[in-house]
T-cell receptor
Framework: NAGVTQTPKFQVLKTGQSMTLQCAQD?????MSWYRQDPGMGLRLIHY???????DQGEVPNGYNVSRSTTEDFPLRLLSAAPSQTSVYFC?????????????FGEGSRLTVL | GEDVEQSLFLSVREGDSSVINCTYT??????LYWYKQEPGAGLQLLTY?????DMKQDQRLTVLLNKKDKHLSLRIADTQTGDSAIYFC?????????????FGQGTTLQVKP
């Protein structure tokens, strides 16, 4: 199994450009989420989904959109990139029924906005 | 709201014990977690503890939980250079699994030979 796959691994954007970070998991997990990691701030939740067709906002949702049309995919869209969105983005997934709530992470997408 | 706090940096000598501390705010969290992030990689679950436990031991790792003070610690015995990484404490807010975890800032562990 591939687990959680994120693409691209690296991206450079100019201010105002839009792009989509892709996330796919092959573990049939119901829950999927997007976090951003910034130095000294840990991981902050952007958006999450508890199943296909259901999404909700996390701690820092502004400037990002998500959709969940299938169980496997959970893309993150940056509508109009800003330098403040320079970060490392992690997609994660988990089972809904596991009692531990363990998250499985992708390897990250490093985004630089100039 | 929910909050998780950790110190940012710890440096130890190879062979010593490392203790990484964490405080959290949600007393209803059912599970608390320690994740490890190696350079250029995603996070991997290192260990977790159920909220009705005080201690959990797993080989070189010991997790201590003080629910009264909302304090969690991770002790790594006989620390090796391969243990150098960022360690994140996390809680699952609320009493049920929601797929959301709240993470601390991460503690960078530096192990000197």
């Amino acid at each position: 199994n591939a687990g959680v796959t994120q693409t691209p691994k690296f991206q450079v954007l100019k201010t105002g450009q839009s792009m989509t970070l892709q996330c796919a998991q092959d573990m049939n997990h119901e829950y999927m989420s997007w976090y951003r990691q910034d130095p000294g701030m840990g991981l902050r939740l952007i958006h999450y989904s508890v199943g296909a067709g259901i999404t909700d906002q996390g701690e820092v949702p502004n400037g990002y959109n998500v959709s969940r049309s299938t169980t496997e995919d959970f893309p993150l869209r940056l509508l109009s990139a800003a330098p403040s969105q320079t970060s490392v983005y992690f997609c994660a997934s988990s089972y809904s029924t596991t009692y531990t709530g363990e998250l499985f992470f992708g390897e990250g997408s490093r985004l630089t906005v100039l | 709201g929910e909050d998780v706090e950790q110190s940012l940096f710890l440096s130890v000598r190879e062979g010593d014990s490392s203790v990484i501390n964490c405080t959290y705010t949600d007393s209803s969290s059912t599970y608390l977690y320690w994740y490890k992030q190696e350079p250029g990689a995603g996070l991997q679950l290192l260990t977790y503890i159920f909220s009705n436990m005080d201690m959990k031991q797993d080989q070189r790792l010991t997790v201590l939980l003080n629910k009264k003070d909302k304090h969690l610690s991770l002790r790594i015995a006989d620390t090796q250079t391969g243990d150098s990484a960022i360690y994140f404490c996390a809680e699952s807010p609320g009493s049920s699994n929601t797929g959301k975890l709240i993470f601390g800032q991460g503690t960078t562990l530096q192990v000197k030979p």
